[in-house]
């Protein structure tokens, strides 16, 4: 069936930063009701989308919700325009530094290139730095950072290992334990797995999944920093992209000293031995996917047990798929696996069965 669709005015274009220095543009609507939800903003994504829109400052727009999800601009009425409007013109500073943007030739996004000074970058990284998926040092939060940034306590990911209950009590509502919490979670941060660390770092392109086959190829730091583009190539779905960004990465200067950093804070960075063990080959050779609300384990915990036993994790649903693991409210991946045909759908008990045997 057609999305629902309404008609809104767009009042204005503002345009965010995000860690990496991407600049995404951002339309502010007049409220409007659309499937259940007001909406008051939409992503316009990058320049040529505005440019394929053809918008003009106050325009009638048309507005329905991507995937059911996400607002999205997908006309114009320009019967509705008036001779005197004019069109958007997408910004060439940034709007956190004033730094002048930079567009990659093959790529939509403007970047931001002020990565150490530029705050909503610096912020951004630290905050992915210490988040569940990578470092997990939940006694630090997104206020505390912002916090600690804008005093100068942090201006980096390696500045959080320089921390001291002495640096952190005079902060504004920062008392003994919270203190001694912060500190606690730095220290607990240096056993996490080099996998998670390199996660972490945030190396552009390099999410979960690559980070773990990177690390499964280039046991140390080292190793990696030194590895040609051929080299990296050659490890399973990294391709040049991936491969150049994580050369560049390497190669910036700033970036050696903050690994170095790192390396002398004691954190991870060379797997461990203990990291490779199995649990079982149970699972060798099949291919899984989880999907919905998952109630019985969080998804990082199944997707470790995959691992333990063997599998391997996919992120998308497809013909190499061998199996779908479905929770709660599971929707277009469920849809999507039952149409091929040739997924098999199991449940989260169903999927404990399959492991059961190993783990007893």
């Given at each position: 069936?057609?999305?629902?669709?309404?008609?809104?005015?767009?009042?204005?274009?503002?345009?965010?930063?995000?860690?990496?220095?991407?600049?995404?543009?951002?339309?502010?609507?007049?409220?409007?009701?659309?499937?259940?939800?007001?909406?008051?903003?939409?992503?316009?994504?990058?320049?040529?989308?505005?440019?394929?829109?053809?918008?003009?400052?106050?325009?009638?727009?048309?507005?329905?919700?991507?995937?059911?999800?996400?607002?999205?601009?997908?006309?114009?009425?320009?019967?509705?325009?008036?001779?005197?409007?004019?069109?958007?013109?997408?910004?060439?500073?940034?709007?956190?530094?004033?730094?002048?943007?930079?567009?990659?030739?093959?790529?939509?996004?403007?970047?931001?290139?002020?990565?150490?000074?530029?705050?909503?970058?610096?912020?951004?990284?630290?905050?992915?730095?210490?988040?569940?998926?990578?470092?997990?040092?939940?006694?630090?939060?997104?206020?505390?950072?912002?916090?600690?940034?804008?005093?100068?306590?942090?201006?980096?990911?390696?500045?959080?290992?320089?921390?001291?209950?002495?640096?952190?009590?005079?902060?504004?509502?920062?008392?003994?334990?919270?203190?001694?919490?912060?500190?606690?979670?730095?220290?607990?941060?240096?056993?996490?797995?080099?996998?998670?660390?390199?996660?972490?770092?945030?190396?552009?392109?390099?999410?979960?999944?690559?980070?773990?086959?990177?690390?499964?190829?280039?046991?140390?730091?080292?190793?990696?920093?030194?590895?040609?583009?051929?080299?990296?190539?050659?490890?399973?779905?990294?391709?040049?992209?991936?491969?150049?960004?994580?050369?560049?990465?390497?190669?910036?200067?700033?970036?050696?000293?903050?690994?170095?950093?790192?390396?002398?804070?004691?954190?991870?960075?060379?797997?461990?031995?203990?990291?490779?063990?199995?649990?079982?080959?149970?699972?060798?050779?099949?291919?899984?996917?989880?999907?919905?609300?998952?109630?019985?384990f969080t998804r990082e915990k199944a997707e470790q047990m995959v691992e333990k036993h063997g599998g391997k994790n996919i992120s998308s649903v497809s013909k190499n798929l061998n199996y779908?693991?479905?929770?709660?409210?599971?929707?277009?991946?469920?849809?999507?696996?039952?149409?091929?045909?040739?997924?098999?759908?199991?449940?989260?008990?169903?999927f404990l069965e399959m492991i059961g045997n190993a783990e007893e």
């Amino acid at each position: 069936y057609k999305a629902e669709k309404v008609e809104t005015v767009l009042e204005s274009v503002s345009y965010q930063v995000g860690r990496t220095g991407a600049i995404t543009p951002v339309a502010n609507l007049s409220p409007v009701l659309l499937a259940g939800t007001v909406v008051k903003r939409a992503s316009l994504h990058n320049e040529d989308i505005i440019k394929k829109l053809d918008l003009h400052e106050g325009d009638s727009v048309f507005v329905e919700k991507g995937g059911e999800i996400i607002p999205k601009i997908v006309g114009v009425n320009k019967q509705k325009r008036t001779i005197f409007s004019t069109p958007i013109q997408y910004i060439t500073h940034c709007p956190e530094c004033g730094s002048q943007l930079e567009k990659i030739d093959d790529q939509a996004i403007h970047f931001c290139p002020n990565e150490w000074e530029c705050p909503p970058q610096v912020m951004g990284k630290m905050i992915h730095f210490v988040s569940r998926k990578a470092m997990n040092i939940e006694s630090i939060g997104q206020e505390t950072i912002a916090q600690m940034y804008k005093v100068g306590l942090i201006k980096n990911i390696a500045d959080i290992y320089d921390l001291s209950i002495e640096k952190l009590l005079p902060l504004d509502r920062m008392a003994m334990k919270s203190a001694q919490n912060i500190m606690q979670g730095i220290e607990k941060s240096k056993e996490i797995l080099f996998e998670k660390v390199l996660f972490g770092i945030g190396i552009k392109h390099v999410g979960e999944t690559v980070a773990k086959k990177l690390v499964k190829n280039f046991e140390t730091i080292e190793a990696l920093a030194s590895a040609s583009v051929e080299e990296l190539c050659a490890v399973e779905d990294i391709g040049v992209k991936i491969a150049e960004s994580i050369r560049q990465f390497f190669q910036n200067s700033d970036h050696q000293i903050l690994i170095h950093r790192l390396k002398d804070a004691g954190v991870q960075l060379e797997k461990k031995a203990s990291d490779t063990s199995l649990e079982s080959t149970i699972l060798e050779g099949k291919t899984f996917l989880f999907t919905g609300k998952l109630t019985l384990f969080t998804r990082e915990k199944a997707e470790q047990m995959v691992e333990k036993h063997g599998g391997k994790n996919i992120s998308s649903v497809s013909k190499n798929l061998n199996y779908l693991v479905v929770g709660e409210k599971a929707g277009s991946k469920l849809k999507k696996a039952e149409s091929i045909g040739t997924v098999i759908i199991l449940d989260e008990n169903q999927f404990l069965e399959m492991i059961g045997n190993a783990e007893e």
